[in-house]
């Protein structure tokens, strides 16, 4: 099967801000009754994109994983990311792709994967998509190889996990 068709370029300070989970396909670290899925992307000090996911739980706690992700080229398209505490993340082979296979002009809707196939995110600046759009997306990643019998979309109720919410825990 020929390689995964990433997006041309990239404007990673475009790219930055909160995405909302539309769907995946399953991951093995990540709960799969969780609710409310977001990634917030910002500049760290280095210049990398610091990555902040949060969470409801299937208990409704609050949850929250901090990674990073750094460009492998020019390109911006393609990223490394870890999520191991900052100190360990010199250890080789920590690190997942994240491929950005689909983006819409106005940097609304993302489609995300890696080069095995085996994770997929569709990501929104909004709670919801439109069916079509929706649609549109999930054909370009089975276009792109990616097997959607397992897809899963996260419940969706509103609720955002604050920083407040994660001091209290």
Known sequence: MSEIETIPT???NRYLGRWHEICRLPLRWEDEA???ITATYSLNEEGKVRVDNR???KDGKPTQALGEATPVDGTNTRLKVTFLPKGLRWLPF???DYWVIKLDPGYRVSLVGTPNR???WLLSRDVSLPAE???AYLA????QGFDLADLITPQRTGRV???EMLANE
């Open 10 to 12: 990239l404007d990673l």
């Open 34 to 36: 969780a609710t409310d």
């Open 55 to 57: 969470c409801f739980d």
């Open 94 to 96: 920590t690190d997942g």
């Open 118 to 120: 085996k994770h997929l």
């Open 133 to 135: 759009i929706r649609g």
């Open 140 to 143: 370009e990643a089975q276009c």
């Open 161 to 163: 996990v604050t920083d």
